[in-house]
């Protein structure tokens, strides 16, 4: 067995394994990235559906204008049957755009329009050649097949390859980014299954079907389709001029009392389903779709959160750490934004001698995959647990888009920024630079502000004549903000308001969270529930904040709070003298 030294090991070469290896390559071209693929060649996956979420990663990756010309339809949006209420409902991505703000605030695209609806192994191919030509060595037909540790750390992995070579691959980092395969969880306990998200997936792929949704004069964009059936739901994707994909989700409960066979229980649905069956009348089933003469795909769709996202030598992302529902299509995005956030982790890992911050730097990591998969697991189990209105959708994630964003949007645009993956992007809108304690200039503060087109404040009222209190207890926590195109993160605080259990991951999500400095903390130290406003400023600036901060950005604070539900007006002890 022959032995091989690098500084990352990343074991698959899917979107997330591309993109963090891509990424570090970038910003360290000195740094040696080994990408291993057991695949000797493209191989079929599914995942086809992606969001515009995952735009800005592209973008940075320098692989945005390969994908946009590889012939993909472009993705406009979704649209839903679900429920007993048969009549469609839809949204567009463009019915909010949040991207002119966060274009102001880290050089993200002026507008995020679309995203595609791909082939995935002409998709990945892109991005595992892409990242080869930025100098990461990517090794096809190589099956990791064991850990290499020492002293309770990951020092690497054993891999072989098609021909029985067997290699030792020693590194600083090993990356998993095998997918649901889960490379490491057969090591590490990483994973932690949901039990009440057991669903399979069975899918096929037709020619001759029209799509469902066809732009006059744009020939190639459209929407998926999502329709719910009595034991499951329906995705209608295309993904080419001449090709759908049918897929078909239900729960391992109800495909065992329809005798267990997957691909009747498929065909009959879908023979039923008055929303397909007339599309796919005259539609053939592609007999040998991925080569291997497969005209029928199974996958489970059993979601999983990660106990943990990373450990000494060692961390996962994309699928291999977290899995939710597809019913919203977060796979590929959550895949591409956890790996950007680990290639950034990885290069301030090295910049950061100190292991004190490094232990900060990977709990953040762990925070943000966490936060990044409630969202969607909250949506998701929301979607299962009830037959819901579009309306009450929206309602749900609009308390998502406010933990993270205090913005006013209406309830159908919170709902497209919470499900296009646009949320993930919203510290963006902080200047980690004007958090630094005395580092803030009057007139540079930079304030959160409606994504709406036209953009406004925040509009939720201050009453200062009633004390002030906070709705819920707050911790102060470390977090790490991206300079997005830098390849660096900067040390900033967080406070996270404990609404909810933060353990509990989908109703974490609840959990109003802000970035602060000093002058935030001890304003919200200031705030005991017996003073109103003057009697909280006056608090604050005897703990030193000075006064054109009180009289600005404290104002615009404390509403963002209020629009957040963590800080409301009126108190018990009003009444106290």
């Given at each position: ?81 679900w429920g007993r209420d048969r009549t469609p409902w839809e949204h567009d991505f463009n019915d909010v755009n949040m991207t002119e703000l966060l274009a102001r605030h880290g050089g993200m695209p002026e507008r995020l329009e679309y995203a595609w609806q791909v082939v995935r192994s002409k998709y990945d191919e892109i991005l ?350 470390y977090a790490f903000l991206p300079a997005p195109g830098t390849g660096r993160l900067r040390a900033v605080k967080r406070v996270r308001f404990l609404k909810a259990d933060p353990d509990d991951v989908a109703a974490g999500a609840f959990n109003p969270r802000r970035y602060v400095a000093r002058w935030h903390l001890d304003f919200l130290r200031a705030i005991d ?49």
């Amino acid at each position: 067995m022959r032995t091989e030294r690098r500084d990352v090991l990343v074991v698959g070469g899917g979107p997330a394994g591309s993109t963090l290896a891509a990424l570090v390559k970038k910003y360290a071209p000195e740094r040696r990235v080994t990408i291993l693929e057991r695949a000797p060649g493209p191989r079929h996956h599914v995942g086809e559906s992606l969001l515009p979420g995952l735009v800005p990663v592209l973008k940075e990756l320098g692989v945005f204008e390969k994908i946009d010309a590889a012939g993909f339809p472009r993705k406009l949006g979704a649209t839903y049957v679900w429920g007993r209420d048969r009549t469609p409902w839809e949204h567009d991505f463009n019915d909010v755009n949040m991207t002119e703000l966060l274009a102001r605030h880290g050089g993200m695209p002026e507008r995020l329009e679309y995203a595609w609806q791909v082939v995935r192994s002409k998709y990945d191919e892109i991005l595992l050649a892409h990242a080869g030509r930025l100098g990461v060595e990517v090794v096809r037909g190589a099956q990791a097949d064991g850990l290499l540790e020492k002293d309770g750390r990951v020092v690497g992995a054993t891999s072989r390859a098609d021909d029985g070579t067997r290699t030792r691959w020693e590194a600083e980092f090993t990356a998993d980014c095998s997918g649901q395969a889960g490379f490491l969880s057969r090591f590490r306990r990483v994973r932690e299954y949901d039990p009440r998200l057991k669903n399979v997936a069975g899918y096929a792929y037709y020619r001759g079907a029209p799509w469902m949704f066809r732009y006059a004069g744009h020939p190639d964009k459209t929407k998926i389709f999502v329709c719910s059936r009595p034991s499951g739901w329906f995705w209608y994707i295309p993904q080419g001029a001449d090709l759908v994909s049918v897929g078909f989700v239900t729960t391992v409960e109800r495909l065992k009392a329809e005798g267990g066979e997957l691909e009747a229980l498929f065909d009959r649905e879908l023979a039923a389903c008055e929303e397909l069956a007339p599309s796919l009348a005259k539609a053939e089933r592609v007999a040998d779709f991925d080569g291997q003469g497969r005209s029928f795909f199974t996958h489970s769709d059993w979601s999983y959160l990660p106990v943990a996202s990373s450990g000494p030598g060692w961390l996962a992302c994309g699928d291999a750490a977290v899995f939710v529902d597809p019913v919203l299509s977060s796979g590929v995005t959550l895949a591409h934004l956890s790996a950007h956030r680990a290639a950034y982790t990885i290069l301030e890992h090295w910049r950061r001698p100190s292991e004190g911050e490094r232990g900060l730097l990977w709990a953040d990591y762990g925070a943000y995959c966490r936060d990044a998969a409630g969202q969607y697991l909250a949506l998701a189990l929301f979607w299962y647990g009830n037959d819901p209105g579009v309306a009450k959708w929206w309602v749900r994630a609009r308390a998502l888009q406010r933990a993270v964003l205090p913005a006013e949007l209406d309830d159908k645009s919170a709902f497209i920024t919470v499900s296009s993956g646009l949320t993930q992007h919203c510290d963006r809108l902080s200047d980690a630079a004007s958090l630094d304690d005395g580092a803030i200039e009057p007139g540079e503060y930079p304030f959160y502000r409606a994504a709406l087109p036209g953009g406004r404040e925040p509009a939720a009222p201050l009453d200062e004549t009633r004390p002030l209190r906070l709705a819920w207890p707050f911790r102060v926590e470390y977090a790490f903000l991206p300079a997005p195109g830098t390849g660096r993160l900067r040390a900033v605080k967080r406070v996270r308001f404990l609404k909810a259990d933060p353990d509990d991951v989908a109703a974490g999500a609840f959990n109003p969270r802000r970035y602060v400095a000093r002058w935030h903390l001890d304003f919200l130290r200031a705030i005991d529930g017996t003073r109103a406003w003057a009697g909280v400023r006056a608090a604050a600036a005897g703990a030193g904040v000075p006064d054109w901060w009180l009289d600005g950005p404290a104002r615009r604070f404390a509403r963002d709070l209020i629009l957040q539900g963590a800080l409301v007006a009126g108190a018990p002890e009003e009444a106290r003298p």
